[in-house]
Structure formats: C-alpha cells, structure tokens
C-alpha cells in the first residue's frame, strides 16, 4: 500500500518486456515507470526501451500525459528531428524562452523556418512573461537569431520587423518591455 506507484510500474514493466509483451508492457506502464530528471531525458529512457515504437507516438503520448504542460515537450521534439511538432508544442503552453532561443540560433542556417518560428515563439513567451529572469540580453538574442534565420530563409526583414512589431502591438504589458529593448532594431 505504501509501495511508490513509479516503482510498481517499473516492476510490472519489466515482467512484461522480459515475457515479450513489448506493446502491452508500453501502453500499461512505459509513461509511468519512466520519469528521469527532464522531460528530454525521459524521452530518450522510452525511446531506448522501445526501439520500434515510433519516436514521435511515444512523444505524442509523453505530451497526453502532462496536460497542460505541452510546451515543456518543445526540447524533445526538437531533438527527434520532429521540428513542426516542437513548434506546435512550444505554442500551445508556456516554454522557457531561453530553450527557444538557443534552438533557434543554433538552426537559424541548417533549418531557417523553425528557427525563425522558435524565435518569434520565444519573444511571445518573453512578451507574455513566461521564462525566469529574462532580461533584455535575451530579447536582443531572440531578435538576432529570427534576424539570421529570416536572411537564410530569404525572408525580407521588413516583414521581419512587421512580424514582430505585430506582436509587441498585442501584447501590449510585456511587448513594451520587447519594444524598449528593440527601438534601435525596428527603428525605420
């Protein structure tokens, strides 16, 4: 009765993988046996426990699990190559604006589109106040990086600028903050 239930699923997880009872060892007990220290981290412990359950199912379902928290699910998704996904995710609930932004710096030249996407996401989050002690640094990073997306895209800056401008424009309390920290940059 006291037993954690983590501990009892992980169990009964075993019993049934060791049987090869891969698929029914998955929908009973592979969400609640496997909890590591980040939502990344246990993407990854699932993934490796169940090499032929599609990697984006088992996403899918680590997402129905925690709702409400979607967006917490942006770093995985990215990292299974499942771009669209992790923007999808990134949009419907809160995201740390800094994941965002590094995501978005670092694909701004291989994957221009979600980069450009993960940028402007990550200044909603930021005009919106999601994400910790976020500081005018981090808005001037977010812009850079839709910036150097935007010209591998061969997307014109001034829709850039508009885009962004948009989004100060509706959220009127924390795009204020983004528009004191780009008035040089939007300036034209």
Do not use: H
């Amino acid at each position: 009765m006291n037993a954690p239930l983590m501990a009892i699923a992980a169990f009964c997880e075993g019993v049934l993988l060791d049987s090869g009872f891969a698929d029914e060892a998955y929908a009973r007990y592979a969400v609640e046996a496997t909890y590591a220290t980040t939502n990344l981290a246990t993407f990854k412990a699932i993934v490796k426990k169940y090499p032929r359950k599609p990697r984006e199912s088992i996403l899918r379902d680590l997402v129905a699990s925690q709702p409400g928290n979607e967006g917490k699910w942006f770093a995985p998704a990215k990292d299974a190559g499942l771009f669209d996904l992790a923007i999808e995710l990134a949009n419907r609930s809160p995201s740390d604006p800094r994941t965002l932004i590094r995501a978005a710096r670092d694909f701004a030249v291989e994957r221009p589109e979600f980069a450009l996407a993960a940028g402007i996401t990550a200044l909603r989050g930021i005009a919106n106040g999601w994400g910790y002690d976020i500081t005018g640094i981090d808005v001037l990073d977010a812009y850079a990086a839709i910036m150097a997306a935007a010209c591998a895209a061969g997307v014109d800056e001034v829709v850039v600028k508009a885009d962004v401008r948009e989004l100060i424009a509706v959220t009127p309390n924390g795009g204020q903050f983004i528009q004191r920290m780009l008035e040089r940059q939007l300036a034209d």
